[in-house]
């Protein structure tokens, strides 16, 4: 029997496809690499990332690591930067498959180890890959993919190139897949895809998101859904209702608001977000204790130095509990990449790092407002080298907590304290 590792750069949707693939392959004869096994693998598939240049740059950084350390194994190098830009992979020596965003859901390009690298990229990426029968879960919270592909077609982005249109995984493969992984014992699942708000639209599924997620907690069993991300315009009443009051959502939204003026917005492609950030503002007023997430992207071609004081104010102002700044990062075949005006990298660095310490100050508050409450948790797999391990609040507070008697993938209940060098630290009752 064939043995294989796997590697993954990038979102959470690339992590859920990747175990997707692993378990695709094992029902072929090809065992996942473990233990004293990893040393010297058979086949070593790279889940590649296109979304920065950074992310591609990571990717191949990884494929060349790879051949060099094993130079007898079969090296596939696949999904977003395999689908952008094969030739660039298949100039790196020792890369033995190539293979698209939909082709690396398929198992009928093996051959082995061929003379010539054997490249699989779709031009037209049109179709959900085939769910696959969940064998065990290989972490303490699994992730379920809802949906692919985007139609939105933001100025900047390259999604749309690498992964198509917006399609929905149907319903009844989503209840099934939900059942098996509380069979398997999850207690926490988090619903991802590349736009999970667009879920139901191109197949008609009435209630969109809120209606798979009501569908969702309605079934047997101790657990908690956690929504990915979630458009601006895709956030409704209905939406926010579930996350405040439903007791199987985790009270947290992450919003990519990308930015809050209206001309940057449009450059972007992306519609305004005022109404959407009353209703932010409205929902935290009725769940304080909730986590908001939210993304900004610094630096966008154009951008003035007041556009951006202005957007650095308004996210000041809003009851975010974290951020994600970016740096506006050029790819190659977008709108974007060829703009104008485009922002000196230090003036970029600047923004960033403006944002990054307001993102940082959101944070520590909402976890000293968090202090002395009692919190659900999920631990991870403790590391064997540490007493201790981390664990994920439902409001989305990572804390550490000690690993005696703790079950990791487990629901427990924790007295939160701020630790002045650990930080949030949870203390089982």
Known sequence: MKRAIYLTLGCKLNQTETRQIA???????IAEDAGKHADSPDLIFVNTCAVTNKAAAKSRHLLSRMIRENPDAVIIAAGCLAQMDSESLEQISGVDYILGTSSRFTADWWIGKPEQPIIRVDKVVDRVAPGSDIGYIDRSRPFLKIQDGCDQGCSY?????????SRSVPLADLLRSTHRLIDLGAQEIVLTGVRIGSWGSDVAEPGGLAGLVERLTGLAGDFRIRLGSVEPW???????????????????????????????????????????????????SVKPEMALGVDVIAGFPGETEDEFNRLADKIEGLPITYL????????????????????AH???????????????????????MQSG??????????????????AVSDNYIKLRMNVHGVQAGCLQ???MKQDPIAGPVGIRI
């Open 234 to 284: 895709e956030v409704n009443e209905d939406l926010i209702a579930l996350v405040t009051g439903n007791d199987k959502v985790c009270p947290h939204l992450h919003v990519p608001l990308q930015h809050t003026e209206d001309r940057i917005l449009k450059m972007m492609r992306r519609p305004p977000i005022g109404e959407t950030m009353e209703l932010l503002r409205s929902m935290k």
């Open 413 to 415: 209940w924790v007295k």
């Open 23 to 29: 378990e695709m392959l094992g029902s072929g004869g």
């Open 346 to 368: 230090d003036i970029v660095r600047s923004r960033v790092s403006r944002l990054t310490g307001i993102g940082e100050r959101k944070r520590a508050e909402f976890a000293e």
């Open 373 to 390: 409450r009692i919190l659900r948790v999920i631990p991870d797999r403790p590391r064997p080298d540490r007493n201790w391990t981390t």
């Open 157 to 165: 982005c390259v999604i749309p190139r690498l992964r198509g249109r």
């Open 324 to 343: 994600h700044p970016f740096g506006f990062s050029a790819r190659p075949g977008t709108p974007a990449a060829k703009m104008p005006d485009r922002t």
